[in-house]
């Protein structure tokens, strides 16, 4: 079996899984989650009680995952957006569904970074510093962080050297399209400079790793 057909296999399995949070229509955003990543996701929260999850580039994906919290009675989510447009779609499909009270969404243009990598930009260092911090004072350490932007790869380097001071000990770190080279070369990076080991499973292109305490 190629790689295709065995990622579109496991997509198709994912949406029969994911199907009691499925209850709307949600279009597909740029730099979506597929269905496989997005249950493994699911998974992890809900094999790992995570709680505080924060995201780096949002979706429809994040609407399905506020539905989950929200059926499950708890944990609240933190996302981060560039794209004016899709942060507004995601924020409204969230105030529409009633959603408000565990998701949220912060449209952060991409800027000068300290911590990105040569001539990369990375989410305003003021706006994210101002939200997660009121985020983590309310709900505690984040448990869970979701790597899924900016788009390409080593623009989302800053994400662990920006919030490795609010992981939780034990938190997941989880990284989107872990099978292209520019976010593998990150993975690396981090992998020596963090001390964490990643596993990629190639049908979802997620890699995970936990945060040491």
């Given at each position: 079996?190629?790689?295709?057909l065995?990622r579109?296999?496991?997509?198709l399995?994912a949406?029969?899984r994911?199907?009691?949070?499925?209850t709307?229509?949600?279009?597909n955003?740029?730099q979506?989650?597929r269905?496989?990543?997005l249950?493994?996701?699911?998974d992890e929260?809900?094999?790992?009680?995570?709680?505080?999850?924060?995201?780096?580039?949002c979706g429809?994906?994040?609407?399905?995952?506020?539905?989950f919290?929200a059926?499950r009675?708890?944990?609240?989510?933190?996302?981060?957006?560039?794209d004016e447009?899709?942060?507004a779609?995601?924020?409204g499909?969230l105030r529409?569904?009633g959603?408000?009270?565990v998701?949220?969404?912060?449209h952060a243009p991409l800027d000068a970074?300290?911590a990105a990598?040569?001539?990369?930009t990375?989410?305003?260092?003021?706006l994210?510093?101002?939200?997660?911090?009121?985020f983590?004072d309310?709900f505690?350490?984040?448990?869970?962080?979701l790597v899924?932007?900016p788009s390409?790869?080593d623009?989302?380097y800053?994400?662990?050297?920006?919030?490795?001071?609010v992981?939780?000990?034990g938190?997941?770190?989880l990284?989107?399209?872990?099978d292209?080279p520019?976010?593998?070369a990150v993975l690396?990076?981090?992998a020596?400079?963090?001390?964490?080991?990643?596993?990629?499973?190639?049908r979802?292109?997620?890699a995970t790793a936990l945060a040491?305490g």
């Open positions: 079996m190629d790689d295709s065995a579109e296999i496991a997509d399995a949406l029969q994911l199907a009691p949070i499925m709307d229509y949600l279009p955003t740029a979506e989650l269905p496989a990543a249950a493994a996701v699911v929260v809900l094999l790992g009680s995570r709680t505080v999850l924060v995201e780096c580039g429809s994906s994040s609407v399905v995952l506020a539905r919290l059926k009675g708890f944990g609240h989510l933190l996302s981060i957006e560039h447009r899709t942060a779609f995601v924020a499909q529409r569904e959603l408000g009270h998701a949220r969404v912060v970074h300290p990598l040569g001539t990369s990375w989410y305003s260092p003021r994210v510093h101002d939200e997660v911090s009121a983590v309310r505690g350490l984040v448990d869970l962080l899924d932007g390409l790869g623009a989302r800053p994400a662990l050297p920006v919030l490795r001071a992981l939780a000990p938190a997941a770190v990284v989107d399209d872990a292209r520019g976010e593998q690396v990076r981090w020596e400079e963090f001390s964490l080991r990643f596993r990629t499973t190639p979802t292109s997620l040491l």
